[in-house]
């Protein structure tokens, strides 16, 4: 089955090249020029595309809006892809919602790299179907994490990336993963000591399945290290 990618860029050139770049690996490219005209494809009855490539500097609706937006309906997978390299604009996007980023000029073989990371969504090899975190319950093949139980329980939404994240640190066992291992296993990708990515996903984690995100008892900071999950004893 092929890979549809919504691509939303501005820049006639810069999407004409990265269209064609794109069908070259293989994928099916479906164009948006304007943050409004994105919004309105996803809104249609078309299937959702498999990843949405998302400038962050458009007119009219910018892309922190539009993927801010995405999120209040969908968990697709979102790389930001942006001209600006501080990082307080590469925070704001991640916050936003984003999975990834690139930056421009983007180089179409990396970013070809960086989308079939993001696809490779799966579960961690060797880990319990059922994990249980607290009073929260993972239930990994489903990919749902549950807060409570019986017929009470509430379903915690959470983006692909979180998932995999919450996942990734609840089958250490307790143990500490180092941030540098987050990243590999997590993103699948060489990062290159570019931790912002894992910052921001553990803050908008934490937000979601902590009772007080500023007093994490879920996932714990190792200082210097990394970080760990707080797993209970058997199932439920």
Known sequence: MTTTLLLVEDDARIREALRLALADEGYRVVEAATGEQALDHLATDAPDPDVVLLDLMLPGIDGLQVCSRIR??????????????????????????????????????????????????????????????????????EGRVLRGSGKDAEEIPLTKTEFRLLCTLAAAGGAVVTREQLLE??????????????????RRLRRKIEPDPGQPTVIVTVRGVGYRAEVEDGGP
């Open 72 to 141: 209040e309906r969908s968990d697709l997978p979102i790389i930001m892809v942006t001209a600006r390299t501080a990082s307080h604009e590469v925070i704001a996007g991640l916050e936003a919602g984003a999975d990834d980023y690139v930056t421009k000029p983007v180089d179409a073989g990396e970013l070809a790299a960086r989308i079939k990371a993001l696809l490779r969504r799966t579960r961690p090899a060797g880990q319990d179907d059922t994990i249980e975190l607290g009073e929260l319950i993972v239930r990994v093949s």
């Open 185 to 202: 296993r997590v993103w699948d990708y060489g990062y290159f000591g570019d931790t912002r990515l894992l910052d921001v996903h553990i």
